[in-house]
Each structure stands twice: as C-alpha cells, then as structure tokens.
C-alpha cells in the first residue's frame, strides 16, 4: 500500500512564508511525478506546481516566481517533496493537496492523494 502524507501548512501573515513536504511510503519503484494542487472554498482544485523524476517543473501562473516545488533527492529520503512558498497572499488561502503518480509493487502508474493541508494567509 501506497501512502502519501502532507505536513507544513498553517496561518501565516501575507507577504510569509511557508514549506509543505510530501512523503511517499511504501512499497515504491519509482514516483513519476508529484504535483501540489489547491482547492479554495467554493472553487475547483487547481495544479500549482509539479516536478517529474528527470527534473522538469511547472507552475500555475499565479504563483510563479513565488513558489518553488523540489524533491530530496538524497539516498534515504528520495521519496520526500517540497513546496517552498515565498511572499504569500491572501488569495494563495485554500487547502494544499499533495499527488503523485507512481509505480509500486501493486501497480504501475497509479495515481494517489494525500490527506490535504489547510493553509491561510491573513492580510
């Protein structure tokens, strides 16, 4: 079984910062990707930033030059991302969920969730 479990969010004041990590456990072979995405209240969940394994990003327009997504790449936690968020506004308030695509010992190319962290930005 495959799980994927957020921690970082909280209240933060605008123009703060905050980091969100993802850890992936399980029986993993390789994650292909994992993204970050957000749903406000009333609003459908949108990507805000994504990284596969070779390396390439993208970024929702609006928080571009403000958000940065990176993997640990290290030997012992390769399976941990990031989503480091500088000069937060008030509009970047939603629930922060994190996803991944990922081959395992129960299936290749799976898509899974992680439970969803509230961040809030106050102005």
């Known amino acids: 079984q495959v799980q994927l479990v957020e921690s970082g969010g909280g209240l933060v004041q605008a123009g703060g910062s905050l980091r969100l990590s993802c850890a992936a456990f399980g029986s993993i072979f390789t994650i292909n990707s994992m993204g970050w995405y957000r749903q406000a209240q009333e609003k459908q969940r949108e990507l805000v930033a994504r990284?596969?394994?070779?390396?390439?990003?993208?970024?929702?327009d609006s928080v571009k030059g403000r958000f940065t997504v990176f993997r640990d790449n290290t030997k012992n936690t390769g399976n941990i991302g990031y989503l480091q968020m500088n000069n937060l506004k008030p509009e970047d308030t939603a629930v922060y969920y994190c996803?991944?695509?990922?081959?395992?010992?129960?299936?290749?190319?799976?898509?899974?969730w992680g439970q969803g962290t509230q961040v809030t930005v106050s102005s």
């Open positions: 990284i596969t394994s070779g390396g390439t990003t993208n970024y929702a």
């Open positions: 996803g991944a695509n990922i081959d395992s010992v129960i299936q290749t190319g799976r898509d899974y």
